[in-house]
């Protein structure tokens, strides 16, 4: 009897915790889901000021500053084919305050080719990112032979001697060379997906337990 009485708190502790999992699952579905409508709208809005605006990620803004082509970064990543290039950073001075300015992409033949560097300063539209913290699995950044693998904040102290705002502008346009990123609310949402599995788990273990209690009574 005593057997019978554990392997019942047994069971019904698995299924309160897979049912725990399966509500915050939920949970985070409705956060992601508000996130991505917070997104989509802000990038349909008109864009704003840099200068006079909060910055918030995802923000469409408007800007003119000084960009710095000496210092020009060229980040290894792939493009939206999957082909391996460059993207082209550089430095923005705005008023008092330093930007990194992601134009794009570029493939690697282009890298120092002086045709990318023509851009209106006087006119730059683009979208407001946080930069996130680097991966810890990537290789380490050769400052030597300007080649990157992530946006590390001391390799750009470093390179440039200057600090930036924690948001990168991503510039907007039909370039050819750099070819501007495209900025989407196309995130990863398999919250509903995890949700389901974790209460299927959570019923199939209460069905078993249910048969194997009628089959023993």
Request: proline share 2%.
């Given at each position: 009897?005593?057997?019978?009485?554990?392997?019942?708190?047994?069971?019904?502790?698995?299924?309160?915790?897979?049912?725990?999992?399966?509500?915050?699952?939920?949970?985070?579905?409705?956060?992601?889901?508000?996130?991505?409508?917070?997104?989509?709208?802000?990038?349909?809005?008109?864009?704003?000021?840099?200068?006079?605006?909060?910055?918030?990620?995802?923000?469409?803004?408007?800007?003119?500053?000084?960009?710095?082509?000496?210092?020009?970064?060229?980040?290894?990543?792939?493009?939206?084919?999957?082909?391996?290039?460059?993207?082209v950073i550089n430095p923005l001075k705005v008023g008092n305050n330093n930007y990194l300015l992601n134009r794009g992409w570029?493939?690697?033949?282009?890298?120092?080719?002086?045709?990318?560097?023509?851009?209106?300063?006087n006119y730059i539209n683009g979208v407001l990112r946080k930069q996130i913290k680097p991966n810890i699995f990537k290789p380490?950044?050769?400052?030597?032979?300007?080649?990157?693998?992530?946006?590390?904040?001391?390799?750009?102290?470093?390179?440039?001697?200057?600090?930036?705002?924690?948001?990168?502008?991503?510039?907007?346009g039909n370039n050819e060379f750099p070819k501007p990123k495209s900025i989407t609310a196309n995130i990863s949402n398999n919250?509903?997906?995890?949700?389901?599995?974790?209460?299927?788990?959570?019923?199939?273990?209460?069905?078993?337990?249910?048969?194997?209690?009628?089959?023993?009574?």
């Open positions: 009897m005593r057997y019978k009485f554990l392997f019942s708190i047994f069971v019904f502790f698995f299924i309160s915790v897979f049912l725990a999992l399966g509500s915050w699952q939920i949970i985070r579905l409705n956060w992601k889901l508000e996130l991505i409508n917070q997104i989509e709208t802000s990038l349909k809005d008109i864009p704003v000021n840099l200068s006079n605006s909060k910055h918030k990620n995802y923000l469409r803004v408007k800007t003119r500053g000084s960009i710095d082509f000496e210092k020009q970064i060229y980040l290894y990543n792939l493009n939206e084919k999957g082909k391996p290039g460059f993207e570029i493939p690697f033949n282009k890298k120092e080719d002086e045709t990318i560097n023509v851009i209106d300063e380490e950044n050769d400052l030597s032979e300007n080649y990157w693998f992530t946006l590390d904040r001391d390799d750009i102290f470093k390179f440039t001697g200057k600090n930036f705002s924690p948001y990168v502008i991503y510039l907007s919250h509903k997906k995890y949700a389901l599995t974790w209460f299927s788990l959570a019923i199939s273990i209460l069905l078993i337990y249910l048969y194997l209690r009628k089959k023993n009574y």
